[in-house]
């Protein structure tokens, strides 16, 4: 078993391209001893974003805080509060987007393929 508080987890701000206010805690990945699934706390500050973006991993979100919305396939916005789950397939264009003046809070989970740690992804071909 493995138990781990979030604020034990320091937060790293994401520094990708296209990417802005954003910071991540990867509060389970396989540094832990986790063998296929990663567990990721995200945080958006007004105005934050990813980019618009793919890879070939699947994920789950759970929005815990806040309010904001994904840009789906066809550059669709699709509104997103605190208590919404959303499903992500992989090689899906996405981009999350906090819309509100507080933090958008998010739980996000993603499977670590073979020689990953579940902290990055792996780009669509």
Do not use: W
């Not at 933090?103 to 670590?112: D, G, N, Q, S, Y």
């Amino acid at each position: 078993m493995i138990l781990k508080h979030s604020s034990d987890v320091s937060p790293e701000t994401m520094k990708k391209p296209g990417f802005n206010d954003m910071e991540a805690r990867f509060l389970l990945t396989s540094d832990d001893g986790c063998p296929r699934y990663a567990l990721r706390l995200m945080e958006f500050g007004p105005e934050g974003h990813t980019s618009y973006h793919c890879h070939k991993e699947e994920h789950e979100m759970f929005f815990l805080e806040g309010k904001g919305v994904v840009v789906g396939e066809e550059k669709k916005e699709v509104p997103v509060h605190a208590g919404d789950a959303l499903f992500i397939l992989p090689n899906e264009y996405h981009q999350v987007k906090n819309t509100g003046n507080d933090i958008l809070k998010m739980i996000c989970t993603v499977p670590i393929f073979p020689g990953q740690t579940g902290k990055g992804t792996t780009p669509c071909e």
